[in-house]
């Protein structure tokens, strides 16, 4: 299941770019903690831009209706994000809760902050690809030599073609 449910924008949809989506199902390992840290009400005050202005709050005003409704919108969001952790494994009861929980995020976020949350989450998903190792300085020296020999432009494709002469080597022995 890839389903991509468009952003709904609340201002005016731009002319240019990628169009904002709201979470996948192949995307919630990453995004549930994220959205359960952005959502506090305490991001809010951080972070008015991210937020509709009904949920921001207004010293200048009486601030008890936006805290009604900046709670109100918290309350709803956190079950519907629980209910899609529970269901994050059953990809056929999954689908209508995502769509109920992306909506509620649309009504959430503003069109800017949910651009931010899926920047962070792109983040997230590129920190989750790569790993770091360290090597000693003379076997990066011999790598680099490997690389310049074997014309190679990455450390990634002179190891892997190194672990690939490994692999068939062995399979050659057996």
């Not at 005050?45 to 937020?51: S, V």
């Amino acid at each position: 299941m890839n389903h991509q449910q468009a952003w709904v924008y609340h201002g005016e949809k731009p002319k240019a770019g990628r169009k904002l989506l709201l979470l996948e199902a192949d995307e919630l390992i990453l995004a549930i903690p994220l959205i359960y840290r952005l959502i506090h009400p305490d991001e809010i005050l951080l972070r008015k831009d991210w937020f509709l202005p009904e949920l921001v709050e207004d010293k200048s005003k009486n601030s008890s209706q936006n805290n009604s409704q900046q709670s109100e919108k918290y309350i709803l969001l956190v079950p519907q994000l629980q209910r899609v952790t529970q269901l994050r494994k059953e990809l056929e009861l999954l689908a209508e809760a995502l769509q109920h929980l992306n909506m509620s995020l649309n009504a959430y976020f503003s069109d800017f902050g949910w651009r931010m949350v899926r920047k962070e989450l792109s983040q997230l998903k590129k920190r989750q690809k790569k790993a770091h190792i360290e090597l000693s300085k003379d076997i990066i020296i011999k790598l680099k030599h490997y690389m310049e020999r074997e014309k190679f432009e990455s450390f990634d494709q002179a190891i892997d073609n190194l672990l690939t002469e490994v692999n068939s080597g062995h399979e050659v022995e057996e």
